[in-house]
């Protein structure tokens, strides 16, 4: 049954499309101090898909953030600054609880689906033609909405990025819709700056990571208990770290608690401080680097990165080298740089040694971002420029674009010395 909503968007039982949707943060009231931030722009917004939950999340604009950690004169444990959180009333937890059976709930201006059916990527080109500009990337399984498909392209926005794709690689319309429910991700969204990850579920546990405003984690387990928990710590969890918190404190704590997957690794986050939704993947807003120096990168810097692009969407395996057939973030990093005659050692930790530090106002295509946590290195990008970077993250996005400060960087590196 499809109908008209008061914004005047078409409408299917299953599927609402609206153009401005509610924000609803997972939070509690608490102090407000200033957060130490660095401000950068935002390259992605686009497509939240809320399924199941019915919880509805932002559609994403205006600035990216980089962070600065900010540990001295602490308030919150949760945070390396200070917080502003929005409170969800006892009325509208209820609401949603009634509602959520009910629909799934698509937090888009515009009411035609189309989702890429491709194996890495779709070229986003400027004009209709394939000898356009290529102004971004719709990867594997992400959205867009469609405004029209004419001579087999398809005229769409996904995010920021705006053109044209061929249409024979969209899924469109009711089979997009279906399709939605089964590639869409359970994310967490970052609603607050500065906000800490940690090894364990607890404020007692060390710090994993800092995380950057507005990103995206996939959740791993959202309900957390007792039982899984142990098998998690056995797993997964020095007892060093264990021993560190108050066990039974802890598992009394769950229900606050989330976890979610950083990259090839796992760590929890407060669900007071972050969005929980499904969503589709939205496309990437990329330039193309000149290779003549023009620009102020050099040739070599624009080369290499130009190469790594290609490898956009690719799977991620764990110890592989391979470009094509599966690379975890090291042996992405090495094997791009080997194509260009530098040799870099095997591991993250180890190319990280092996590199020159340099600061944020130094930084260049070509150059690589390093995280970690614990004081150790556990991965590696390569920077394209614009604030963003490439690289192998885990099983279940391969070889991805992500904002340089997504998580906070432990040290950006130098192999070109140019």
């Keep these: 049954m499809r109908f008209l909503d008061r914004f005047g968007f078409i409408h299917n039982k299953r599927f609402i499309a609206a153009g401005l949707a509610a924000v609803i943060i997972l939070s509690c009231s608490i102090p407000n101090v200033k957060a130490s931030m660095v401000t950068t722009e935002k390259p992605l917004a686009g497509i939240n898909v809320a399924l199941e939950e019915f919880i509805v999340a932002e559609v994403e604009q205006g600035m990216m953030h980089a962070l600065t950690d900010t540990t001295q004169g602490e308030q919150n444990p949760h945070f390396a600054g200070g917080v502003q959180v929005v409170t969800n009333t006892a009325e509208q ?10 629909h799934i709930k ?7 689906l189309g989702i890429a059916k491709v194996d890495t990527y779709l070229n986003v080109r400027k004009k209709p033609n394939t000898g356009a500009k290529v102004v971004g990337k719709l990867t594997k399984n992400a959205g ?26 969209l899924v469109k319309d009711a089979k997009a819709e279906e399709l939605a429910y089964d590639v869409g991700k359970k994310v967490i969204t970052v609603k607050e700056s500065g906000l800490r990850v940690r090894a364990l579920p607890s404020t007692e546990s060390s710090i994993y990571s800092v995380l ?10 959202e309900n957390l208990n007792a039982e899984w928990l142990e098998k998690f710590i056995n797993k997964y969890v020095k007892k060093k770290e264990v021993k560190s918190v108050n066990y039974d404190a802890m598992v009394a704590d769950l ?18 401080y972050v969005e929980i939704s499904y969503k589709l993947k939205r496309a990437v807003k990329i330039g193309q680097l000149s290779t003549d120096g023009s620009n102020g990168v050099s040739s070599i810097r624009a080369s290499i990165v130009e190469y790594a692009k290609q490898f956009l969407g690719n799977r991620y395996v764990y110890g592989g080298t391979s470009l094509t057939n599966g690379t ?15 040799g870099l050692p095997r591991t993250s930790g180890s190319q990280c040694s092996a590199t020159r530090s340099i600061s944020s106002s130094e930084v260049k295509p070509g150059d690589l971002f390093f995280y970690g946590s614990g004081g150790r290195i556990n991965h590696v990008a390569l920077y394209i420029g614009s604030g963003m970077i490439i690289h192998a993250s885990n099983p279940s996005s391969g070889i991805k674009i992500s904002n340089a400060y997504y998580r906070q960087p432990v040290k950006i590196g130098r192999i070109i010395n140019d």
């Design 212 to 221: 950057g405003l507005d990103e995206d984690f996939e959740v791993y387990r």
């Design 93 to 102: 937890n209820d609401e949603l609880k009634e509602e959520k059976e009910e």
């Design 144 to 169: 867009c909405h469609i405004y029209k498909v004419k001579k087999g392209w398809a005229k769409i926005v996904s995010g920021k990025v705006n053109g044209y794709v061929k249409a024979s690689y």
């Design 328 to 342: 975890d973030c090291s042996g992405f990093t090495m094997s791009v740089f080997a194509h260009y005659g530098y």
């Design 255 to 272: 229900s606050n608690w989330v976890c979610i997957s950083v990259d090839n690794d796992y760590a929890f986050v407060s669900k007071q």
């Design 106 to 112: 698509l937090n888009l201006n515009y009411d035609r």
